[in-house]
Structure formats: structure tokens, C-alpha cells
């Protein structure tokens, strides 16, 4: 996991423990408070809470087996977990870029893959230039990277 990734994980932990968890205590007493501890709202604030738990003890877990990597000390030109890099769909001529980072922190959608997806797997080790043949479900792709930096 990159040090952003569980610096988020840490604030996420936090909102959750020092600002949900006495809201979430809140209503249920509120609710108590009213005698309306077996109506639907509270059954729901109970699933609220319960889901509470649930990422709260993922969360903690998670950070207690992270292996927390600084990728700013990292460097060069080869592909390696941390790095960000600008491919070319050869077939489409598209241009993408990604961040290779832990699974925890992937989010296609903001531009970060896990390092061990398929794209990933396919790019490690590579350096600019080179081709990388990436086998996904929707089928093979071929990639040029156009370049691989370090922040």
C-alpha cells in the first residue's frame, strides 16, 4: 500500500470512530428515549450501526497488515509498483494513465490499478517504449508505453 493510501485509510478510521460512531450512539438513544426501540427506524439505525462495525474492523485490519511503501524514494524507468504510466491502446491509438498501487487502494475510475491486475502484471518490469500485451476478460489489448514517472 503507498503512504496515500493508508494516510486515507487513517482518516477514514477517524471520521469514522471520533464522528459516526457518537452520531450513529445519538439516535439510537434518542430513539430509546422515545420508547421507539421496536419500530422501524430503530431497526434501521441498528443495521447503520452494525455496518459501522463492519468497516471499522475492516479498516483496522487492513491497516494492521499493510506493508506501507514511501514510492517517493522510488525511481527510474523501469514499471514498478508506485509508478505512473501513459500507455497507447496500439489498436485505438487512445492514450491512458495509471498509478500501479496497493489492491486496497485501485479505483479504475481515478486512475490507479491494483498491482496485481492483468494490466498491471503485464506492464512490471517493462520500461518506456516497450510493448505490453495485457490479457483481460474482454480480450487481449496491446499497449505502448509512452512514458513511466515517479512523484
Known amino acids: 500500500m503507498t503512504l496515500e493510501g493508508h494516510a486515507a485509510l487513517k ?3 477517524k471520521l469514522l470512530t471520533e464522528i459516526e460512531r457518537p452520531k450513529i450512539s445519538q439516535e439510537i438513544g434518542i430513539a430509546r428515549e422515545h420508547g421507539d426501540l421496536k419500530r422501524m427506524p430503530s431497526t434501521m439505525l441498528l443495521k447503520k450501526n452494525k455496518a459501522w462495525l463492519k468497516r471499522v474492523v475492516e479498516i483496522e485490519d487492513r491497516l494492521a497488515r499493510a506493508e506501507v511503501i514511501d514510492t517517493s524514494t522510488l525511481g527510474g524507468d523501469k514499471i514498478r509498483f508506485g509508478a505512473y504510466v501513459k500507455l497507447e491502446d496500439i489498436d485505438s491509438g487512445k492514450v491512458v494513465e495509471y498509478r500501479i498501487v496497493g489492491a486496497d487502494e485501485s479505483d479504475i475510475a481515478n486512475g490507479t490499478i491494483s498491482v496485481t491486475s492483468p494490466m498491471a502484471r503485464a ?8 510493448e505490453a500485451q495485457v490479457k483481460a476478460p474482454g480480450g487481449t489489448r496491446n499497449y505502448e508505453i509512452v512514458s513511466v514517472r515517479w512523484k
Open 123 to 130: 506492464l512490471i518490469g517493462k520500461h518506456e517504449g516497450d
Open 11 to 13: 482518516k477514514e478510521l
